[in-house]
């Protein structure tokens, strides 16, 4: 089980400093959730995921399940013993795989439009890749073609066998193209899973509801009475935003004002450094975000001047560190100029560095919030 306790709220906004205790160790709350999907961080080994301030993960229930198999890491004795990681783990349910691999992939969208388009899904419309149903998703594994079907039942046995001190209820992750009734259909479906997921929890992990609504107010505002009202320990704000991220605070709000204010937060999938500040003044408590990982590996890293993309010609003359105000070991040590060439030489060693800072870089962010908010100040 888990315990959550508010220690300061703010006075000039919604935000709180917090503290999660969970079964393998306290988490200082607002904070960034680095994602491990299947069950590591991408480039770093846990000792170097340590020194770059992480304190707890998420991994996911879809992805294990199809490789190594949740049965293989319960033998071991879950997450945590399996990979020897002694942090935190959540684990998501394979809702968002039902957008990511579904209608995210067709249209091909993200949470958050980038660009209006004209295009609409309407209720009864199905992805190409999978089918979503009354009782849950048949999916089509890219590891062997062979058919899955997941549904709330089948979720929370993934994610019990994975052993994760938080996991989520099954639900589906709605795209930013869906039409209102898609949506409130969705929503409807996602209710109804939660139920069961509730009634198939056999153990003491500690499960979240996952409100859902799309960019409709009315139907967030409806979404979070409902999970609000089921005995979860903590919820998850899911789904899509429309197609400006402004929006998204206001929302939140909505979504918060609906909910026990003394349980755990959870923000799914939204985390640049500009959101950090914003999402905890609506008093988000902790959110998962792929970005630190997902841009080092394509040669992006962030500092406090904007993003920089080191595959460019013009780094390899650059001596100066990819941060001056980074305390970083690779900001102490390296130059932009030599991490531009280590990745313009495809050397792994550069993944490992950009991947190191951008972590460093988004937990650092993390704890300045968290500092704000007990100085008063956010």
Request: charged share 30%.
């Amino acid at each position: 089980m888990i315990e959550f306790k508010i220690l300061k709220k703010s006075s000039k906004s919604n935000a709180r400093y917090g503290v999660l205790k969970t079964p393998h160790g306290e988490v200082e709350t607002p904070t960034l959730v680095p994602v491990a999907t299947q069950g590591a961080i991408k480039a770093l080994t846990w000792e170097e995921t340590l020194e770059a301030k992480a304190r707890i993960l998420i991994a996911n229930a879809y992805h294990l399940h199809l490789r190594p198999g949740e049965k293989i890491v319960k033998s071991a004795g879950g997450l945590n013993k399996f990979i020897q990681c002694p942090l935190p783990f959540m684990t998501d349910s394979g809702g968002f795989q039902v957008f990511s691999l579904g209608f995210g992939k067709d249209f091909g969208t993200g949470k958050i439009l980038k660009t209006r388009s004209g295009e609409s899904i309407k209720e009864g419309q199905q992805p190409k890749l999978l089918k979503i149903e009354k009782d849950g998703v048949r999916f089509r594994s890219y590891v062997d073609g062979k058919e899955i079907f997941l549904g709330p039942k089948e979720s929370v046995k993934i994610q019990e066998d994975l052993g994760a001190d938080i996991i989520f209820a099954f639900d589906e992750c709605t795209s930013p193209l869906a039409n209102r009734e898609y949506t409130e259909k969705s929503m409807e479906k996602t209710h109804r899973w939660a139920k069961i997921c509730l009634e198939a929890h056999k153990t003491d992990q500690a499960l979240y509801g996952i409100v859902q609504g799309g960019k409709f107010d009315d139907l967030r505002r409806q979404s979070a009475k409902f999970i609000g009202s089921l005995p979860f320990a903590g919820f998850g704000i899911g789904g899509e935003f429309g197609d400006d991220k402004s929006k998204m605070s206001a929302a939140l709000r909505t979504v918060f004002q609906e909910l026990p204010e003394e349980k755990p937060r959870h923000l799914l999938g939204i985390g640049h450094p500009e959101d950090m500040p914003v999402i905890a003044r609506a008093g988000v408590d902790t959110h998962d975000c792929i970005a630190p990982t997902h841009y080092a590996r394509r040669g992006v890293v962030f500092t406090s001047q904007g993003k920089l993309d080191l595959r460019k010609s013009v780094f390899l003359k650059d001596k100066k560190p990819i941060d001056s105000e980074c305390p970083c070991k690779v900001c102490k040590t390296h130059s932009r100029s030599y991490l531009s060439h280590l990745l313009k030489a495809g050397e792994i060693s550069s993944l490992v560095l950009l991947t190191f800072h951008n972590l460093f870089y988004f937990n650092s962010i993390a704890e300045k919030v968290r500092e704000k908010i007990k100085k008063g100040k956010l």
